[in-house]
């Protein structure tokens, strides 16, 4: 029933009564009578009076079959936000179930409606969803309903909010409606969302799938006249639908060119409806002999279930013509489950009260709030949106057993999915049998085993290796704990260094009441988060030491230390860096870019070493910024260019043809601009390309900038690279 106009309270009530006999009719009643009431004079953007919103969102709500708290819910799921009413009257009305899911929704519109930053509203957002949802499924239920007729009736808002809703329900509320497995709520949206997001597609596609609307039925009638003959000469009951596949998914293949919009069977699809799963086979093997299936189409979603518990059958076979085309079979029961997911199986547990185990669906919701701690929303919004995504890829350990992973796992997804310390002693493994590295994708039927090693660790780097929410979660836990440990040990050192040289003894403060008082001063629980704040270089030793021993030192003994310190902790040549507004940190050059004097460079607060310089083009501040609040300002200091900075070792890469007096060349040109060369590898290949690979001493980014240019501009230099940077010259 589309036409929301049309819907009465009666409609409703006769459609719950045919799966709830035992319905209490006046629940429904009453809050159809109040919600009227209350919602009386307002009017929707398209015209017509407000309460049709909550009618329809009933409707759908009956469709899916649920109970009368849910309905009653969705009648009056707007009233707390767009009328008088209190919860408190609710509450006396309506009762505590009732209310609570009334509560819920209205909290969510709320956080909906107060925008701040997009990205994390979004991410927060649909995290809050999750969690009313682990009390209460209904809510989420309830949501998605309200979000579908919302789009319905997108129509009759401003471009730009129809474009920022169906942005946001594409993203967000489709693939819940998936992941949940309601395909009736999660492909209406879809198509709406398309329909918005890409008009003009959108108005195309109508348009060729109407011009061919005659070819389609003749097809839909021949085709399934043959089905219904194979059914009925084997004694097979069932039912034959044949459809124009949604939209959406039609304009998707069409972007990946797998279809071709002139040949009608690329958007018709058939489906057989039957009584058993015997007979779902029965009709696959009817099916083949009919027809040739297409080799590697066929897919046994009933043997192996999707993870949103979706079953049935899909074949490709060559029709008429030899046009191929897909048909899916499955049970009733299965067709319901596709239909409506975790609505279908809520109703049946509801009627089967306390049918045991948790629902695995409702158990995979809470497993990705569990593992959602600590992240920042984009890392909260990318890993469910991996998470979220419906293409598996189904992978077997030794024994059979079968997981599910999204597209892009690689075995150390595999490894953490087996147990955390599994994962975090993984080297490797073997996938159907060849020993294979880490960073191996796991493809559809991989036989998987891990090879695991006791002195394996973690790496930052296998953050990028992983894209299950699982995995990566674990992994980022993991680090946090061993960065905390090295920071801790990192703070003592710094303590008691600067104690030793004020002449105190730490030993002897630590536990002191003197050191209490200064622990609660800056809101610190014990010593051990002293030592940490010390060693990730929040907390200044000397400063410490200050506060611990007021009057004790002079401030020039108080400076002197700290001043020691960074130079120790940060090595050579860092006294030309300054951080800008804070020099309590320690300051010290990044390994895999090492700035020249002179560069742009952005600095970063490690966990426990201090501020990391890089190169504003090192490829590894890409990864940083997605902890934008580590970043901090940092300098050249004001004489570090000059000739008075100590040289830096800059390593080069070089690719030329191979004539006579071409080392001579670069040579003279690195000598020419006052370097050296520390030391030079050269080989050439039988193409005539030589390859060169160079040490050499530079004072600073400018030196650097004339030596490449004046390189790049020798007679048969093909290109010149500095080491780990794309760009050299930024
Ligand atoms: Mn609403």
Known sequence: MDSSAKIRIEDILNRVELYRPELDEDLIRHAYVFAANRHQGQVRRSGEAYFTHPLTVAWMLAEMELDEVAITAGLLHDILEDTETTAAELDLEFGPDVTRLVVALTKLSDFENSFTSREATEAENFRRLLLASMDDVRVILVKLADRLHNMRTLSFLRRDRQVAIAQETLDIYAPIANRLGIGSIKMEMEDLCFRYLHPREWERLEHEIKDRADAAERWFAEIR???????????????????????????????????????????????????????????????????????????????????????????????????????????????????????????????GKGAGSEDSRISWLRGLLDNSEGASPREFLDSIKVDLYPDDVYCFTPRGDVFSFPRGATILDFAYRIHSEVGHTCVGGSINSRWVPLRTELKNGDIVEISTSPQQ??????????????????????????????????????????????????????????????????????????????????????????????????????????????????????????????????????????????????????????????????????????????????????????????????????????????????SQVISAEGSDILSCQLRTEHNDRGFGAMTIMVRDAAQLDRILSHLENLNGMRRVERRGQAKTRA
């Open 225 to 351: 006249g043959i089905i219904e003959g194979l059914l009925l000469a084997n004694g097979l009951s069932g039912t034959v639908q044949g459809r124009v596949k949604h939209m959406y998914s039609v304009y998707q293949k069409l972007r990946r060119q797998d279809v071709d919009v002139a040949n009608v069977f690329d958007f018709l699809a058939f489906r057989v409806i039957v009584g058993s799963v015997a007979d779902c086979y029965a009709v696959l093997g009817l099916i083949h002999q009919q027809w040739p299936p297409v080799p590697g189409r066929m897919k046994d979603h009933i043997a192996i279930p999707k993870p949103n518990a979706y079953q049935s059958l899909h074949t490709t076979v060559l029709g008429p013509e030899a046009h191929p085309f897909e048909i899916q079979i499955r049970t009733w029961d299965m067709h319901k489950i596709a239909e409506f997911g975790i609505a279908a199986h809520w109703s049946y547990k509801e009627q």
């Open 457 to 666: 660790r973690p790496h930052h780097d296998w953050l990028n290796l992983v894209v299950t929410n699982r995995a990566r979660s674990k992994i980022r836990s993991w680090l946090k704990r061993e960065e905390k440990k090295r920071s801790v040990e990192v703070g003592r050192k710094l303590i008691e260094r600067e104690f030793r040289r004020a002449g105190v003894s730490w030993r002897k403060a630590s536990g002191s009441d003197e050191l209490k008082s200064l622990l609660a001063s800056h809101g610190l629980a014990k010593e051990e988060d002293l030592l940490a704040a010390v060693g990730f270089g929040r907390l200044a030793a000397p400063a410490i030491i200050a506060q611990l021993l007021p009057g004790r030192d002079g401030a020039a003994e108080g400076e002197a230390p700290a001043a020691d310190a960074a130079r120790e902790a940060s090595g050579a040549g860092n006294q030309a860096l300054e951080v800008t507004g804070d020099a309590d940190f320690l300051v010290y050059v990044a390994k895999c870019c090492k700035p020249l004097p002179g560069e742009r460079i952005v600095g970063f607060v490690t966990r426990g070493k201090g501020v990391a310089v890089h190169s504003r083009s090192c490829p590894n501040v890409r990864n940083l910024l997605y902890h934008p609040e580590r970043e901090i300002e940092v300098r050249w200091a004001t004489n570090a260019a000059s000739s008075g900075a100590s040289p830096n070792q800059v390593e080069l890469d070089m690719v030329f043809d191979d004539r006579s007096g071409m080392l001579a060349s670069i």
